[in-house]
């Protein structure tokens, strides 16, 4: 069984910035590619970046690029969302995620495991 934890999520003002943190339990962290989504009261759950296993690769949705940075650390199988030039329309649930392959996956349905969540909230 794989657990995700996430943390870093908090309250902050237009502009600011916050760095998500999600802590896996597998000691097979390092094969898998790793992602982060978000969701928005009454949105759909929406992909924002996801990271190769070997970190050699990053993909990031179009309203987050140049603001949103993904990595992973496999020695300590964590994986990170660095959060610049946040936008009150980034306020949502931000959760972390397996892919079920190595390679960057996009869609809900290619990831098996999930974290609980941490709220990021962002004011105008």
């Known amino acids: 069984q794989v657990q995700l934890v996430e943390s870093g999520g908090g309250l902050v003002q237009a502009g600011g910035s916050l760095r998500l943190s999600c802590a896996a339990s597998?000691?097979?962290?390092?094969?898998?590619?790793m992602g982060w989504f978000r969701q928005a009261p009454g949105k759909e759950r929406e992909w924002v970046a996801a990271?190769?296993?070997?970190?050699?690769?990053?993909y990031y949705e179009d309203s987050v690029k140049g603001r949103f940075t993904i990595s992973r650390d496999n020695a300590k199988n964590a994986v990170y969302l660095q959060m610049n030039s946040l936008k009150p329309e980034d306020t949502a649930v931000y959760y972390c995620?397996?892919?079920?392959?190595?390679?960057?996956?996009?869609?809900?349905?290619?990831?098996?495991?999930w974290g609980p969540g941490t709220q990021v909230t962002v004011s105008s």
């Open positions: 990271i190769s296993s070997s970190a050699d690769r990053t």
């Open positions: 597998a000691r097979t962290f390092s094969w898998y590619s």
């Open positions: 995620a397996r892919g079920t392959y190595s390679s960057i996956r996009f869609k809900v349905e290619e990831y098996d495991y």
